[in-house]
């Protein structure tokens, strides 16, 4: 997710806020968020994935738990409405 904004000086200020270190200024709108695009992008090259195995893991006992569960799904289809979730969309 990006955030941008407009600084009291009339320059906008693109940042991601799960990136602490990533934030750009510039003087145009497109330009800030090129800036910090780049820097993600740059980032990311940089980053080596890991798989990282948890043994005895309590919540894999309830995997599957409520699957055919038509109460259940109900009531997930309620909370996903109210809270506006669509978990079936792409970003």
Do not use: K, Y
């Amino acid at each position: 997710m990006l955030g941008v904004e407009q600084a009291s000086e009339g320059h906008f200020i693109a940042s991601v806020p799960e990136l602490p270190d990533c934030a750009a200024e510039a003087s145009t709108r497109s330009d800030a968020l090129a800036a910090v695009q780049e820097q993600v992008r740059v980032r990311l090259a940089n980053i080596e994935v890991l798989t990282l195995e948890v043994a005895n893991n309590p919540w894999t006992d309830f995997i599957g738990m409520f699957e055919g569960d038509d109460e259940f799904a109900t009531l997930a289809q309620e909370l996903r409405t109210e809270r506006e979730l669509d978990i079936n969309s792409t970003v």
